[in-house]
């Protein structure tokens, strides 16, 4: 997100004090762009014993589980409902970004959105970048595939029952971060017995924090489902922190309490038909035909 500007005498004079101090310039630590918000309940005792599997073997085997997922949600369609929200110190939303969208595919099976139900646009405090609208459409819905395990760092911390479900836990951060990308840093809670990532708990790097251009996201958590009976699809999305904006031309710096949400919604397979073969001729679904008659895909 982008603090929106505010055009005043006090932005000018401020813009004149830091001119003066930059001839002071002192070598500062880098600062937090942010401050997070506790996890929700439901997460049980770290068990910090060592896994029967060992923690590499783990890490294969659900990377490659992740490269599947990526390939079987290409072939879904969904709805996605995006909304951010500003708060004030007394606890009120005093903004809001609202969008439902159907994530869809065209005639020629291309992948596109659209959009259902898009209301006025009361943010005031802020502004969406396209940092945001792509961490919304690619970042939230984190998956860690065998193709992309290469760029990060994975660490196991330990087990532990997420509502009664028992995951594995990993820290996760890029290993180089390399100018123009952005990279996913936090925990990832992956499931015991389907060996798939059902939680990602962390925080999209790196933020521009140069004044003047400061786009900032907070934490979030993604949450998933076994939606299909085989794989865990994401399903919904908090992110909420405190966002800390340095005074830049034209406005002044400012503490934004950002909540956002993302629900997933609605997920069908696309394009599956099948036929229904008998000593390789297609019969007719009436009930008579032999149980045993295989489906072959058109």
Request: glycine fraction near 6%.
């Amino acid at each position: 997100m982008r603090v929106l500007a505010v055009v005043a005498m006090a932005g000018v004079l401020l813009g004149q004090a830091v001119a003066k101090d930059n001839k002071k310039e002192k070598v500062e630590k880098p600062r937090d762009s942010y401050t997070a918000m506790p996890l929700d309940s439901g997460f049980g005792p770290m068990d910090l014993t060592p896994p029967q599997m060992e923690p590499d073997e783990i890490i294969r085997q659900f990377t490659a589980k992740e490269s599947e997922f990526r390939q079987a949600l290409n072939h879904y369609t969904y709805r996605r409902t995006v909304r951010v929200q500003t708060i004030s110190e007394d606890n009120k939303v005093d903004g809001e970004y609202y969008e439902v969208d159907d994530v869809m595919f065209d005639a020629q099976g291309k992948r596109m959105e659209k959009v259902v139900f898009a209301p006025q646009n009361t943010l005031e405090r802020i502004s969406m970048s396209p940092a945001d609208f792509q961490d919304i459409q690619q970042r939230l819905p984190f998956v860690l595939t065998k193709e992309d395990i290469g760029q990060y760092d994975v660490t196991y911390l330990g087990r532990q029952k997420v509502d009664d479900v028992p995951c594995y836990v990993f820290q996760v951060g890029p290993k180089v971060m390399e100018k123009g990308k952005r990279y996913l840093q936090g925990k990832i809670w992956v499931d015991q017995e389907d060996l798939q990532i059902v939680i990602t708990s962390a925080k999209n790097v790196p933020d521009d924090m140069r004044k003047g251009h400061e786009d900032l996201s907070p934490p979030f958590t993604t949450y998933r489902e076994q939606v299909d009976g085989q794989y865990w699809f994401p399903t919904y999305t908090k992110a909420e922190g405190i966002l800390h904006f340095t005074g830049g031309s034209g406005y002044m710096s400012e503490d934004v309490h950002i909540r956002q949400t993302v629900k997933y919604t609605d997920y069908k397979q696309y394009g599956t038909t099948s036929t229904i073969l008998y000593n390789g001729t297609e019969v007719e679904e009436d009930g008579k035909t032999p149980k045993d008659a295989p489906k072959k895909p058109k």
